[in-house]
């Protein structure tokens, strides 16, 4: 377990500053591609997440939200990288 930590410390204090940040930048794309896999969904930007848009007279009736079709909520941005996703 020591030489692991000497591993580590001596790859940390040869990475640059430039190499910091290509390692946090790939850790926020790998957080967001777990986040678009966990939560591909976002709300419809049209109707925001309430499809049903109900008429002033006959109050009752309503049509669905055009955008999404109903369903109130759209893939997010990036999601179809995970395959569930595409359609
Ligand atoms: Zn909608």
């Avoid at 957080?31 to 419809?44: D, E, F, K």
């Avoid at 848009?53 to 109903?70: E, K, N, Q």
Wanted: proline share 6%.
């Amino acid at each position: 377990m020591p030489f692991l930590l000497t591993t580590v410390a001596s790859v940390a204090a040869d990475l640059s500053g430039s190499g910091i940040v290509v390692i946090v930048g790939l850790g926020m794309l790998v957080a967001w591609a777990v986040s678009l896999l966990l939560h591909p969904y976002t709300a419809c930007g049209s109707c925001k997440g309430t499809p049903r848009s109900y008429g002033s007279i006959a109050t009752r009736s309503f049509r669905l939200c055009p955008s999404c079709s109903g369903t109130g909520r759209r893939l997010r941005l990036g999601a179809r990288i995970w395959p569930q996703n595409r359609a």
